[in-house]
């Protein structure tokens, strides 16, 4: 098993930044790729950032150029810089693990951006 614990989430104003956080606990050897994803309300979960054990990224088009999503091996956790927010980013956001051919997840975070 493997606990996701997130953090950082807040009210932000349309323009300003936020750091996320998610930390692994647990059995976490074996650990590969990890993500973060959001869901706003009224719609489905959506994929916002991956980073594998290497270091390679890929965004969602929404967020290319304002997000940046980084990893700590050591500590086993994965971050989420958003800059230039938007309204359009308020969702509660997901940590996600994949380990071996499982997938785990956190209990999410919630980011409002609003003026």
């Known amino acids: 098993q493997v606990q996701l614990v997130e953090s950082g989430g807040g009210l932000v104003q349309p323009g300003g930044s936020l750091r996320l956080s998610c930390a692994a606990s647990?059995?976490?050897?074996?650990?590969?790729?990890m993500a973060w994803y959001r869901q706003a309300p009224g719609k489905e979960r959506e994929l916002v950032a991956t980073?594998?054990?290497?270091?390679?990224?890929n965004y969602a088009d929404s967020v290319k150029g304002r997000f940046t999503i980084s990893r700590d091996n050591a500590k086993n956790i994965v971050d989420l810089q958003m800059n230039s927010l938007k309204p359009e980013d308020t969702a509660v956001y997901y940590c996600?693990?994949?380990?071996?051919?499982?997938?785990?997840w956190g209990k999410g975070t919630l980011v409002t951006v609003s003026s």
């Open positions: 980073i594998t054990r290497g270091g390679t990224t």
């Open positions: 996600n693990v994949n380990k071996r051919n499982y997938v785990y």
């Open positions: 647990g059995s976490i050897f074996g650990i590969t790729t």
